[in-house]
């Protein structure tokens, strides 16, 4: 004789994969949360000092974004997000993570770089320019056109003991030099932007402690 029991378990699925997306995705556009990113940028590192690829770091932030939430309302400002999203997902190969921070940045990991850093290098910058020119297409919401542009900096793993936040850090400080050019431009980090961010924080410190 044979006995079955069955059990229906699709709303427990569907409640298991509604939390992972939660737990991994950003809510209003989709792509990946700086978790899922961390993970990624994680695994990209820990192969890029083994020798098996080199990756790069795009950090990009929207240019004047708040211009559009103050003057048309935050409604308007998530179609715009939601449309810068799609437009970076276009322009990256499938491979490359898109990711968003927060706010209006957004983060491109790139990998299965030249494992040589000048190829490597110019491969980024390539890529960079492809995304800054899809960031530029424009968009009709409830009538009106919205065309923004941003600022990306990059970063690549180059040195030994290259680490995560380190990597993230030099490529936020390589796009705020995007945007002290003028926006709208791209910037490759330089060991002299650190150093220059450290002087201004000092500077800034000892002159609040004078005053």
């Known amino acids: 004789h044979w006995v079955a029991v069955g059990r229906d378990i699709t709303e427990r699925r569907r409640s298991a994969d509604a ?6 995705f950003d809510v209003l556009t989709g ?3 700086r978790r899922l990113l961390m993970e990624r940028l ?6 890029t000092h083994a020798g098996d690829i080199m990756g790069a770091v795009l ?3 929207l240019d004047n974004f708040k211009h559009v939430n103050d003057a048309r309302g ?3 400002g998530d179609a715009v997000l939601r449309h810068i999203a799609a437009c970076l997902s276009r322009a990256v190969h499938p491979k490359d993570t898109v990711a968003r921070l927060g706010g209006d940045e957004f983060v ?11 190829s490597a290098t110019h491969a980024a910058l390539a890529l960079a320019g492809r995304v800054r020119a899809a960031m530029t297409e424009g968009v009709h919401i409830d009538g009106q056109l919205y065309q923004l542009t941003g600022s990306i900096g990059i970063a690549l793993p180059t040195r030994p003991g ?10 936020d400080t390589a796009m705020y030099h995007a945007k002290d050019n003028g926006r709208n431009g791209v910037a490759l980090f330089e060991p002299d932007m650190l150093a220059e961010a450290e002087n201004k924080l ?8 004078a005053i």
């Open 19 to 24: 939390i992972h997306q939660l737990a991994f």
């Open 31 to 33: 792509l990946p949360n």
């Open 42 to 47: 994680d695994l990209m590192v820990a192969r």
């Open 59 to 61: 950090y990009i932030d």
């Open 74 to 76: 935050h409604a308007t």
């Open 108 to 118: 491109v990991l790139v990998e299965h770089l030249d494992c040589a850093t000048t």
């Open 162 to 171: 290259h680490t995560v936040p380190d990597l993230l850090r030099e490529a």
């Open 202 to 209: 000092i500077l800034e410190r000892d002159l609040a402690h």
